[in-house]
């Protein structure tokens, strides 16, 4: 466990009512946490620290390092003055992987892809998900996303951070992950899910950022064949979720949304194929 602590409270000043009155506001924090495989640190991410083993073993999973968490025999959380060293030690080194995906600088909240060493890396292929038989109900859809904005206590806190949840038709919301980066939450919720034993084909990635290239290609490499998100994609993402076989849906408010690849994944409610594959 780090001592780092997730938020702070800072003194503010807040106009209310035409007036300013001094007050206080809860924040989250975001420090450098490094990656680092058998002694040299792949990456170093802007993050919340929290969740930090599911973390280092999320991002190992979707950046390519590992093709199975249990190919992960250590995490160790070692703490720096400014920042956190996630150590971990694989069963194989996977040394060609790791000089193939190296980075060398630090990764922005708002990029998951600062720092690759090559165009060919930021548009790598994507693994297909276009053989899963998985579908949602309309009412699934808005459940998926209701249920992640009821489960996000730091982004109720501070109003500042992304989630991601997993959500499983039958089963409900299995886990949620938060940070302050969009990438990071979502590989924090890899991992956890990596570690409780739930394979992505099983369930559906719901995310509240935007849906860029990486959050697909990343949802991918879980084996999901949905993402869900609540603001909108970009036109690379739609490309890459249509060319993967993955149902991508965003803007979603209240029971409206818009589906914008794999349509024939979300069917009525009250569609008798729905029930008969035991989905509802």
Do not use: W
């Given at each position: 466990?780090?001592?780092?602590r997730?938020t702070?409270t800072v003194?503010?000043?807040a106009?209310r009512?035409?007036r300013l009155?001094?007050g206080?506001?809860?924040?989250?924090?975001?420090?450098?946490?490094a990656?680092?495989?058998h002694g040299?640190t792949h990456?170093v991410m802007?993050?919340?620290p929290?969740?930090?083993?599911?973390f280092?073993v999320g991002?190992?999973?979707?950046?390519?390092i590992?093709?199975?968490?249990s190919?992960?025999?250590?995490?160790?959380?070692v703490?720096e003055?400014?920042?956190?060293d996630l150590?971990i030690?694989l069963?194989d080194?996977?040394s060609?992987?790791?000089?193939?995906r190296?980075?060398h600088m630090?990764?922005?909240?708002?990029?998951g892809?600062?720092?690759?060493e090559?165009?060919?890396?930021a548009?790598?292929?994507?693994?297909s998900?276009?053989?899963?038989?998985?579908?949602?109900t309309?009412?699934q859809v808005v459940?998926?996303v209701r249920l992640?904005n009821?489960?996000?206590?730091l982004?109720i806190?501070?109003r500042?951070?992304h989630?991601a949840g997993?959500f499983?038709?039958?089963?409900g919301?299995i886990?949620?992950?938060e940070?302050v980066?969009r990438h990071?939450?979502?590989?924090?919720?890899?991992?956890?899910a990596a570690?409780a034993?739930?394979?992505g084909?099983?369930?559906?990635?719901?995310v509240?950022s935007?849906?860029?290239?990486?959050?697909?290609q990343?949802?991918?490499?879980?084996g999901?064949?949905?993402?869900?998100a609540?603001s909108?994609p970009t036109?690379l993402a739609?490309?890459?979720a249509?060319?993967?076989g993955?149902t991508?849906?965003?803007l979603v408010?209240?029971?409206?949304?818009?589906?914008?690849?794999g349509?024939?994944h979300v069917l009525?409610?009250?569609?008798?194929?729905v029930?008969?594959?035991?989905n509802?």
């Amino acid at each position: 466990m780090s001592s780092f602590r997730a938020t702070k409270t800072v003194p503010e000043l807040a106009r209310r009512s035409g007036r300013l009155a001094a007050g206080e506001r809860i924040v989250p924090e975001e420090v450098p946490v490094a990656f680092t495989y058998h002694g040299s640190t792949h990456a170093v991410m802007m993050a919340t620290p929290a969740d930090l083993q599911d973390f280092a073993v999320g991002f190992s999973l979707t950046e390519g390092i590992v093709r199975d968490a249990s190919e992960i025999e250590a995490i160790e959380v070692v703490e720096e003055d400014k920042g956190i060293d996630l150590q971990i030690r694989l069963a194989d080194a996977q040394s060609e992987a790791l000089t193939s995906r190296r980075r060398h600088m630090a990764g922005p909240v708002g990029c998951g892809l600062c720092g690759i060493e090559s165009i060919e890396q930021a548009v790598r292929i994507t693994p297909s998900v276009g053989g899963s038989g998985l579908v949602l109900t309309e009412d699934q859809v808005v459940e998926a996303v209701r249920l992640l904005n009821g489960l996000q206590p730091l982004h109720i806190e501070t109003r500042a951070v992304h989630g991601a949840g997993f959500f499983v038709p039958g089963k409900g919301m299995i886990a949620v992950r938060e940070d302050v980066g969009r990438h990071n939450a979502l590989d924090k919720l890899v991992g956890a899910a990596a570690r409780a034993g739930y394979r992505g084909e099983a369930g559906v990635v719901v995310v509240t950022s935007r849906v860029s290239v990486e959050m697909v290609q990343k949802t991918a490499v879980t084996g999901s064949p949905f993402i869900i998100a609540i603001s909108a994609p970009t036109a690379l993402a739609i490309r890459t979720a249509e060319e993967a076989g993955m149902t991508l849906i965003a803007l979603v408010r209240g029971d409206e949304f818009e589906i914008f690849t794999g349509a024939g994944h979300v069917l009525p409610v009250s569609d008798d194929a729905v029930r008969r594959a035991g989905n509802g």
